[in-house]
């Protein structure tokens, strides 16, 4: 997975201060680049004795976005995951000195494994794929019952007003992209379908999900894990870039993406994942199961004292707890589409500036009217609304 450098770092100076700070990693190093890591550049470093070790760095030259490429917020919450039983890579320094490399960096266990970057999982047994999804979801409960200030985290983030800063954010990208001119034609990219709708309905604050303020992941998906070499078990998360305090229905949506995109029209969208279709894959979990084994692993107390109550309480809850998931996973699943139409409408913002050229740049830009119009059925769904459902 590792082959070229492409964008070259000063490896003598590296070994320079690994020699003083981290003697445990030998020097010299050979160092080659991953092919992922586009946002922060990442670097194998392989020792004399054959020790590999991972190095993400923030890219070179002026940064566009202050909150983006945080290699520092990346470092911090795996170094405090490793007392957890989640499953990270071992962090072994972090250098915020800009000499050394030119920009801060962190160095971290390299995990011998396999990463799925189609979230079917295909060449697998389907008894291997389905325990696959199970410990991805396992690993992800594992994450958000993490109470924060037990590790140290708990400034991580803000631990209430995830959701209403989202919007917010989202709100103003939105209108911005929208109101790009295309450089020949003059027109704009104009809005997203049922913008408003459902801006109105993602900022009723009646109808979002509860604050949880647990820790969250921020990219959560099947190809931000690394899995054992022959064993369906997770063995660590990568990508911690947007990691913050929020709300953990954000990761799980954000996971069970492809089960919800499966059903949009082929012929308008590259964003599909035909293999998630009912029956289609052979021992791929179902939505409801993966739910229920989320929240099994999440809340077990809550399931323990569900058994020590009455019968009839016990349905009464269930049914209503039950119901409650359902309209909140709902409800996050409704906003994490509608985030793949804003990042679509972003990239036909940069297909009318010309800064994308590719034909699947511009497939990209009109999946989102087939995104937002989704995202929409979501909402009216979730609030129990009859639309005709794609599910």
Known sequence: MAGRVRHPIDIRSLERWLNKTVPEI?????????????????????????????????????????????????????AALSTTDVPVPKAYCLCEDDSVIGTPFYIMEFLDGRIFEDPVIPNVLPDHRRAIWADAVRTLAKLHRVDPKSVGLEEFGRHTGFYNRQIETWKQICAAQAAVEDVDTKEQVGQLPFFEELMGFFSDEKGQPGDRGTLIHGDFKIDNLVFHKTEPRVIGILDWEMSTIGHPLSDFANLLTPYYTAFLDPARSTHLHPGFLPRATRGLPTREELTELYFSVLEPEAKNNEKSTSLELSLRDAEAVAETRRRELQWAQAFSIFRLAAICQGIAARLARRQASSEQAKRHGDARTLFAEFAWELAQSSKGVEVKSKL
């Not at 922060?40 to 202050?66: A, F």
């Open 26 to 78: 030998e020097t010299p190093l050979e160092v080659h680049q991953f092919g992922f890591g586009q946002s922060n550049p990442t670097y194998q470093l392989t020792t004399p004795s054959g020790d590999r070790y991972v190095l993400r760095k923030k890219p070179p030259g002026k940064l566009v976005s202050k909150t983006a490429h945080k290699v520092e917020r990346e470092y911090r919450i795996i």
